[in-house]
T-cell receptor, first 112, second 113 residues
Framework: SQQGEEDPQALSIQEGENATMNCSYK?????LQWYRQNSGRGLVHLIL?????REKHSGRLRVTLDTSKKSSSLLITASRAADTASYFC????????????FGKGTMLLVSP | NAGVTQTPKFQVLKTGQSMTLQCAQD?????MSWYRQDPGMGLRLIHY???????DQGEVPNGYNVSRSTTEDFPLRLLSAAPSQTSVYFC????????????FGSGTRLTVV
């Protein structure tokens, strides 16, 4: 079953604007990860935030995690046309072996 | 480093045929997984392995078989292809615990007619 649910399903912005995507999940996690998928390509790991962290930055990416609300957000600042892609959150559970459970993704379109 | 290599990139099968999707990684990752991606469904876990000789089922294992005889290779076998198995298949690998995230292959687009 799907663990993460991204919101919105699709997002269209202009270059230079910020893009915010949200992810909600259902069960306890060890960490939450964000991936990018360009059309027809494999997934690329962007950033990982552990359950004991609240915020993490990497370049133009900022991720927050609220374990009490079981939610996370991904902020891309100063978006570029090259950021056009689908973005997925994935959770790693806190019991047993390490597997990822993915949400359905947010499709981001950044127009020049 | 080549990362995660999947072959073939495209495949068309007839219903009832069998085939093996190949996945190889050169990063000495312990964990390897197979996912399928269907439109609007995100990625769903088929099978995974935490090391050579150890495999387990994921969310959608029916109709698929795996083995892990070496650290590098994790092939996915379709036993008797069905149209419902038309999908894009991704192999992924990571170090134990996935702390650095998973590395994905570029995918195999499979059509069953």
């Amino acid at each position: 079953s799907q663990q993460g649910e991204e919101d919105p399903q699709a997002l269209s912005i202009q270059e230079g604007e910020n893009a915010t995507m949200n992810c909600s999940y259902k069960t306890s996690i060890n960490n939450l990860q964000w991936y990018r998928q360009n059309s027809g390509r494999g997934l690329v790991h962007l950033i990982l935030i552990r359950s004991n962290e609240r915020e993490k930055h990497s370049g133009r990416l900022r991720v927050t995690l609220d374990t009490s609300k079981k939610s996370s957000s991904l902020l891309i600042t100063a978006s570029r046309a090259a950021d056009t892609a689908s973005y997925f959150c994935a959770t790693e559970g806190d019991s047993g072996y390490s597997t990822l459970t993915f949400g359905k993704g947010t499709m981001l379109l950044v127009s020049p | 480093n080549a990362g995660v290599t999947q072959t073939p990139k495209f495949q068309v099968l007839k219903t009832g045929q069998s085939m093996t999707l190949q996945c190889a990684q050169d990063m000495n990752h312990e964990y390897m997984s197979w996912y399928r991606q269907d439109p609007g469904m995100g990625l769903r876990l088929i099978h995974y392995s935490v090391g050579a000789g150890i495999t387990d089922q994921g969310e959608v294992p029916n109709g698929y078989n795996v083995s892990r005889s070496t650290t590098e290779d994790f092939p996915l076998r379709l036993l008797s292809a069905a149209p419902s198995q038309t999908s894009v298949y991704f192999c992924a690998s990571s170090y134990q615990g996935g702390g650095d995230g998973y590395t994905f292959g570029s995918g195999t687009r499979l059509t069953v007619v």
